[in-house]
């Protein structure tokens, strides 16, 4: 997927303003004004329109950077059956850091949350692996914990006196990692 941040970053390194990258990607379907308007959301983070592979391949070769350099893989545990605040306990440990070391923090880690967050960790570095990325320099990038509501199926009451009843809520959270190459 297209990081905004390297987007940014490569196109100030280089000096190329948004008028000379959408010059050189107008393609069939995709004006000028639409490629300008393109390239203004992909650095803002918005991926719409969705950048294609030629796309990618484009700003990579007109900004004289690899693939790469551009692109950061994504892997995501949605409704995960555990709290938001436990899990972000332990994606707090591995932001920033290479990806072996937070495999081998996770491993060792007593928390429930660990074996869920390594699930999706081993996943993020299996995709990128899968595009020729090199597995050494990963490091984990974006580590984010959304809360999901009570779980589906997990609405109990618990009685109480005077004919009173309290909810028992199991939370469900999503969690999103992010990792790039140095």
């Keep these: 997927m297209l990081s905004a941040d390297k987007l940014k970053r490569l196109c100030e390194q280089r000096q190329m303003s948004v008028e000379q990258l959408a010059g050189q990607l107008v393609r069939g379907g995709l004006n000028m004004q639409e490629a300008a308007a393109a390239v203004k959301n992909w650095q803002k983070g918005l991926l719409k329109p969705i950048p294609r592979k030629e796309d990618i391949n484009r700003l990579a070769s007109i900004l004289s950077a ?3 350099d551009l692109l950061v893989w994504r892997s ?16 707090g440990l591995i932001i920033g850091r290479s990806v072996q070391d937070a495999m081998d923090i996770l491993r060792f880690t ?5 074996t869920i967050v390594d699930k999706v960790l081993k996943s993020a570095v299996a995709d990128a692996d899968e595009q020729q990325a090199e597995v050494d320099n990963l490091y ?3 580590a984010r ?3 999901a509501g009570i779980r589906i199926g997990t609405k109990r009451w618990r ?3 005077r004919g ?8 469900a959270c999503h969690i999103y990692i992010t990792v790039a190459e140095v």
Excluded: G, M, Y
């Design 159 to 161: 009685p109480k006196d």
């Design 66 to 68: 690899e693939l790469n």
């Design 140 to 142: 984990v990038a974006q």
């Design 164 to 171: 009173r009843a309290h909810p028992i809520s199991k939370k």
């Design 145 to 147: 914990v959304d809360d």
């Design 110 to 114: 007593r928390k429930r949350a660990a």
């Design 76 to 91: 995501s545990c949605r409704f995960a059956p555990i709290s938001a605040r436990k899990a972000r306990l332990v994606t």
